[in-house]
């Protein structure tokens, strides 16, 4: 992989910001070049039957004793559909079971972002655990893009690339047009469509959950939210306000698409002696003439 592709562009731009970057890129044939590539449909850099590619535009630094490697420039590191970038990236690696040497984790820092043909993730800083492909970034500006879909978080942003999972912790929320959703933690779920194209299909919502349409507002402990179906649930101590209207109850589903909200004493099959409340103010015109 990196042999003819690096080796084109080499010949091509073998000046300036390019020359350091070919030279810092021939530092790491040991560790790119240890399994063949292949076309294997959605794959990512934990994937052990690709090679792991590190490039970066202001060179990289080997550090032997210390077992890593340090790429600065708009570095970035691919493998199958994935790219991670960063300003900053230092990979530690250590040597295999069969002699050789692999990276088993990549640190990152500044202008972070990893790129799939699902979704972009964007972060400070974070780090990149090779081996069980999990990505954990931190910072300001944390946030999710798939498709129309953006969800964002305050504490950290993970991306579990085996399980096609992402979890956006502390004052989560995901945002499709005027429609929103808002807890403490928000797992977003990745599956396959038709044409083997990663794309998200749900979201949990756990903790001070609260969800808002164009006309209703609503809160509960735990939800679940269906993105093609723009179709939500909520459970636990459920409250949905529309106006001065309100109902209370267990469970709930909420058609985002319709705008129909529907309000049950517990999730369906269950049995419960509670029951729902509701609070319906009729709207009252203005007397016509009054004071006349």
């Known amino acids: 992989?990196?042999?003819?592709?690096?080796?084109?562009?080499?010949?091509?731009?073998?000046?300036?910001?390019?020359?350091?970057?070919c030279a810092a890129l021939a530092l790491l044939g040991p560790?790119?070049?240890?399994?063949?590539?292949?076309?294997?449909?959605?794959?990512?850099?934990?994937?052990?039957?690709?090679?792991?590619?590190?490039?970066?535009e202001e060179g990289i630094e080997w550090r032997r004793n210390e077992q890593l490697y340090i790429a600065r420039g708009n570095a970035e590191a691919i493998r199958g559909e994935l790219t991670l970038y960063a300003d900053v990236m230092?990979?530690?690696?250590?040597?295999?079971g069969a002699g050789g040497t692999d990276i088993d984790r990549i640190d990152v820092e500044g202008n972070v972002r990893i790129v799939s043909?699902?979704?972009?993730?964007?972060?400070?800083r974070g780090a990149y655990d090779v081996a069980n492909g999990v990505l954990v970034l931190v910072g300001d500006n944390l946030r999710l893009v798939a498709g129309n879909d953006i969800i964002t978080a305050r504490?950290?942003?993970?991306?579990?690339?085996?399980?096609?999972?992402?979890?956006?912790?502390g004052d989560a929320v995901a945002v499709r047009e005027d429609k929103r959703i808002q807890a403490d933690v928000?797992?977003?779920?990745?599956?396959?469509?038709?044409?083997?194209?990663?794309?998200?299909?749900?979201?949990?919502?756990?903790?001070n959950v609260r969800i808002a349409t164009a006309t209703d507002f609503a809160r509960g402990d735990r939800g679940v939210y269906y993105v093609d179906r723009e179709f939500a649930t909520?459970?636990?101590?459920?409250?949905?306000?529309?106006?001065?209207?309100?109902?209370?109850?267990?469970?709930a589903e909420i058609d985002m698409k319709t705008g129909i909200s529907r309000m049950l004493a517990g999730a369906p099959g269950t049995k419960t002696t509670a029951?729902?409340?509701?609070?319906?103010?009729p709207k009252r015109k203005p007397k016509s003439g009054a004071g006349s």
Not at 117 to 124: E, L, N, R, V
């Open 275 to 281: 029951r729902v409340q509701g609070l319906l103010v």
């Open 155 to 169: 504490d950290s942003l993970e991306y579990w690339e085996v399980k096609k999972l992402a979890v956006a912790r």
């Open 117 to 124: 043909p699902s979704a972009t993730i964007y972060g400070d």
């Open 186 to 207: 928000l797992s977003a779920h990745f599956a396959p469509d038709a044409e083997d194209n990663l794309v998200l299909t749900r979201i949990d919502a756990f903790g």
């Open 1 to 21: 992989m990196i042999g003819r592709r690096t080796g084109r562009l080499c010949e091509a731009r073998s000046h300036g910001a390019w020359a350091g970057r």
């Open 90 to 96: 230092t990979a530690h690696y250590g040597k295999t």
């Open 31 to 56: 560790l790119l070049l240890g399994a063949p590539a292949a076309a294997q449909g959605l794959k990512g850099l934990q994937s052990g039957d690709l090679p792991l590619e590190i490039n970066a």
């Open 234 to 251: 909520l459970s636990g101590a459920v409250r949905i306000t529309r106006e001065e209207n309100q109902m209370n109850g267990e469970y």
